[in-house]
């Protein structure tokens, strides 16, 4: 039985990177690469650093060096920079705005974005274009910006519907505000409109998770990101709290009963999980964006704080981090890993989804891993965590608790070596 529980997708993989770099530099890889054709999927992700307001749980960095009015022509200077390599003539397949809160742009300056991106970058027809937001930021002039460019997925950061809670977790406005904010953008004809939910928060009652889920389930929305508080230091949240009141959020018996809670209330209304942090209903909400970037994918990264990879180099947009030179003007933050990497990310999301069949990665890898995870397996089956049916490995109710756990636990049983063959 795990004591800790991983509540990020990032706990699951956090050792790869240091264990699969290759010994190449970007300045030697990104030239070939640029000036040949996409060897997989491609999606970009741009960046938006700014938050009107900070929530009170919220430990990141947002840099305030920059200037919000004027950041909208620095990404659009990046976009037309990066987009005339033959490399970025290929369709792209998804794009997605992420932050801090990329709708605290103004209605005018997410335009400007989103139709640079349509001139200089061939979208494809049918590309998921997804914009994380507020509700608050959620206005109608917004909307009309959003829908004129063909934004067709929401990820509304509601967090919950509770007034109370809403002002302990710093969030705006009320819940019934933010409600009547997503049900407008589906009426406006984004059916794909997901929600955060945050549970395990202080004080939390049943009542609470119940009514937020009442909610959800009356707003028909396509997909819930269910999150686990993660209380960080420095933050003004956990400077509010007690010793005790902090000691209280570890206790996975009953954040355990709070996710199993959700599980049955919005499966018995037909969502399914589509990762151990997502649930879908209806088909709406695919997440194309996190599929192809974790299927083997590329991910062009603009924007300050972004993170992405062409090919098998990934990079960093850190504020502070040059660009490798006036020809490659990509960031210098980055490394080459060997592509048993991707394979194993690739195999990592697939774990993230609850099944997966370990015979598709074996081969992808030349490695047995069912006979080399088949220690840890025999004890995790006998823990009720997982099932395993041939070379089928699913995770059980309990296991998706601890998903990431488990698929940190099996990973790590990969050594780069047992991977030569993925490095060819």
Do not use: W
């Amino acid at each position: 039985m795990y004591t800790v529980r991983y509540k990020s997708h990032h706990d699951a993989s956090r050792n790869l990177k240091n264990r699969y770099a290759a010994a190449v530099t970007g300045e030697a890889y990104l030239p070939t690469v640029l000036a040949g054709s996409a060897q997989s999927r491609r999606v970009i992700y741009i960046h938006v650093p700014f938050c009107n307001k900070v929530c009170s749980f919220c430990p990141f960095h947002r840099p305030d060096a920059l200037d919000r009015r004027t950041y909208h022509e620095e990404l659009i200077r990046e976009i037309r920079r990066v987009s005339v390599f033959p490399y970025m003539q290929a369709p792209v397949e998804a794009v997605n705005f992420g932050g801090g809160t990329p709708t605290s742009l103004s209605p005018a300056q997410m335009a400007a974005v989103l139709s640079a991106l349509h001139t200089h970058f061939r979208i494809a027809p049918d590309a998921e274009i997804s914009v994380e937001t507020s509700a608050t930021e959620l206005t109608d002039a917004m909307l009309d910006s959003l829908v004129s460019g063909g934004v067709n997925r929401l990820s509304v950061g509601i967090q919950t519907f509770d007034d109370g809670a809403r002002r302990l977790l710093g969030r705006r406005g009320s819940g019934a505000a933010a409600a009547a904010r997503v049900a407008a953008a589906m009426a406006r004809g984004i059916s794909n409109t997901s929600v955060d939910l945050i549970y395990n928060y202080p004080g939390q009652t049943d009542g609470q998770l119940a009514s937020d889920l009442h909610t959800i389930r009356a707003l028909d929305v396509a997909g819930v990101s269910i999150y686990s508080l993660m209380l960080h230091e420095k933050t003004p949240l956990y400077r509010r709290l007690t010793e005790t009141e902090r000691q209280a959020l570890l206790d996975l018996r009953h954040e355990k009963a709070l996710f199993d809670r959700i599980l049955d209330t919005l499966g018995a209304d037909g969502y399914r999980m589509l990762e151990l942090t997502k649930l879908v209903k209806g088909g709406r909400d695919r997440y194309e964006y996190m599929e192809i970037r974790h299927s083997g994918g590329s991910c062009i990264a603009l924007g300050r704080g972004a993170g992405g990879n062409i090919e098998n180099y990934f990079y960093h947009n850190a504020a502070d981090a040059p660009v490798i030179s006036e020809r490659i003007p990509f960031s210098a933050s980055g490394r080459v890993f060997v592509p048993a990497y991707r394979r194993l990310d690739a195999l990592v999301y697939a774990m993230q989804k609850g099944v997966v069949d370990l015979g598709v990665y074996s081969a992808q890898l030349d490695v047995d891993l069912k006979t080399l995870f088949s220690a840890k397996l025999e004890r995790l089956c006998a823990d009720g965590f997982v099932m395993m049916r041939g070379d089928t490995l699913s995770l059980t109710h309990d296991g998706l608790f601890f998903g990431n756990n488990i698929i940190s636990e099996l990973i790590d049983c990969i050594a780069p070596e047992k991977a030569s063959a993925a490095q060819r």
